[in-house]
């Protein structure tokens, strides 16, 4: 059997540190930490999240502004709002809800944001900065997640074998690069890769960023290895993981839960971004 990793619990710690934090800019600057969350359109899991990053905010003493945008808002149109909270005194991260409606370029929406400002770590300077392994950069709030739940386990990351399933840009790709930086050796599979099962088998580490409920089989797993399970897979019945959990528990060392592991650190790593941000400023 395997240990859960609480993400909860993870979470809570986090929240209480960017709280602290919230307290002391407060103090010294004479006005809240801001961040401003923009939402296009009311796509249902997006409604979700926007609200639990909302709650966090309440919780940690930040004050959050919402912006919900018809989801016939033109691109040119958010550019231009996105310019104006760069240029908003009161505003310290910008957060836009992905994914945006199809008429919109989100590469241009991110490139929008101010790299200062870019409470995702989604804006090319901060990915870049993660590339090269500079440390004042702004870190995607779930990669910057993951290696928090790994550390919580105790479990070191130097020298072991990471997997990481999924190659996108919010969490396959800089969780590759953050791995790395942290001297795993990695290896990044994806929709293309021959004999998945051949690689994860080798990984200490496992990260499931797939999109796909119950993708990752017992199977799969090397017994004892830290299981991160990135998914948020709805259906009717429920919430599902990229992990076939039930199963999976009885091989990992360690595993995240769906839900309670990676979705509570991703809300959490938002808000200590924003307050960071803002003492940095
Ligand atoms: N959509 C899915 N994950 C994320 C995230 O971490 N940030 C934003 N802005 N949108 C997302």
Redesign the pocket.
């Known amino acids: 059997m395997s240990e859960i990793i609480d993400g909860k619990a993870v979470a809570a710690r986090i929240k209480e540190t960017a709280k602290a934090r919230a307290a002391e800019f407060e103090r010294v600057a004479g006005r809240k930490v801001g961040l401003a969350v923009v939402r296009v359109g009311d796509d249902p899991a997006?409604c979700i999240?926007v609200r639990n990053k909302v709650k966090a905010c309440e919780q940690c003493g930040v004050a959050s502004y919402t912006y919900l945008f018809d989801e016939k808002t033109t691109q040119s149109e958010l550019i231009e709002f996105l310019g104006k909270l760069n240029a908003d005194g009161k505003i310290d991260g910008i957060?836009?809800?992905?994914?945006l409606p199809e008429h919109i370029d989100e590469r241009a929406c991110i490139a929008a944001i101010s790299p200062q400002k870019d409470a995702?770590g989604?804006n090319v300077v901060n990915a870049g900065k993660l590339f090269l392994g500079e440390r004042d950069g702004t870190i995607?709030?779930?990669p910057r997640g993951i290696i928090e739940l790994i550390k919580a386990t105790g479990v070191p990351i130097a020298g072991k074998h990471a997997v990481v399933i999924g190659r996108s840009n919010?969490v396959g790709k800089p969780i590759a690069a953050l791995l790395l930086n942290n001297d795993a050796t990695v290896t990044v599979c994806h929709s293309k890769t021959r004999d998945l099962r051949d690689y994860t088998l080798t990984a200490d580490i496992l990260v499931a960023a797939v999109g796909k409920k119950h993708f990752v089989t017992a199977d799969m797993i090397k017994r004892g290895a830290v299981v991160i399970d990135v998914g948020m897979n709805r259906d009717e019945t429920g919430l599902y993981g990229d992990v076939d959990y039930d199963n999976a528990k009885n091989v990992a060392g360690y595993i995240t839960p769906v839900p309670g592991g990676v979705g509570p650190m991703?809300v959490a790593m938002?808000i200590l971004n924003t307050v960071d941000g803002a003492r940095n400023e």
């Open positions: 997006s999240y957060l836009v809800q992905l994914p995702d989604f995607a709030c779930t919010i991703t938002l």
